[in-house]
């Protein structure tokens, strides 16, 4: 006679089934503490080793010498940003200079600096703005917008600037580029003009 097969009952079962879902709930608990001290320990990453901000770098305006009281001279940047540097005072140190972006932040035409109204002005709209780059009038004095401000440094009677060393096109430049002063910027510079118009065909104007 044949002996018949043994079939497990569930006496048997129950263990190993208990084992089985015990090993699941604590594989599945530690994946989920990982993951969480993961996110965890990303964020006090960031919190606690910041990202490194932009590299600057240091360029050569001109002799401090060169400018007088309420003089300033148009500065472009290695990487064409321009920029007022104007002397607004004589205590003979940095502070007697101020570095300021010469692109309106209303429509980006040029600003210039007069020296007899104490104020930076914008032809396009009638913008101005005052010795420190806060928006007086026109729409950045109604938007209250500023001038994006460059820190200076003198050193032996030099002026420098300081620009971001990202803006640059590739490492290359970065060791070789530098800036210079310039007589005038690129853009719109004709009192009153409207820069909405400005790449409109003369057709188009016409009625």
Not at 16 to 21: H, M, Q, W
Not at 109 to 119: A, F, K, M, S
Not at 145 to 172: H, K, N, W
Request: charged letters at 20%; proline letters at 8%.
């Amino acid at each position: 006679m044949t002996a018949s097969k043994h079939e497990p009952d569930d006496s048997e079962t129950q263990p190993e089934r208990r084992k089985f879902l015990t090993t699941a709930s604590t594989v599945a608990m530690g994946a989920g503490l990982a993951g969480g001290y993961g996110a965890f320990g990303a964020i006090a990453g960031r919190f606690l080793y910041p990202a490194r901000p932009d590299d600057r770098l240091w360029q050569f305006v001109i002799e401090a010498d060169r400018l007088g009281l309420g003089d300033s001279v148009l500065y472009r940047g290695p990487s064409g940003e321009t920029i007022n540097v104007t002397r607004q005072a004589e205590a003979g140190d940095v502070s007697d200079f101020i570095a300021l972006s010469s692109t309106c932040p209303h429509l980006g035409c040029q600003v210039h600096w007069e020296g007899q109204n104490n104020r930076y002005f914008c032809p396009c709209h009638n913008g101005t703005f005052d010795p420190a780059g806060v928006g007086t009038g026109g729409p950045p004095g109604d938007s209250g917008m500023s001038l994006p401000r460059y820190p200076l440094r003198v050193d032996s009677g030099l002026l420098f600037i300081e620009v971001p060393e990202s803006q640059l096109a590739d490492a290359t430049s970065r060791e070789t580029a530098t800036g210079e002063v310039i007589e005038r910027a690129p853009g719109i510079h004709a009192p009153g003009h409207d820069p909405c118009l400005a790449c409109r065909p003369t057709d188009d104007l016409k009625t």
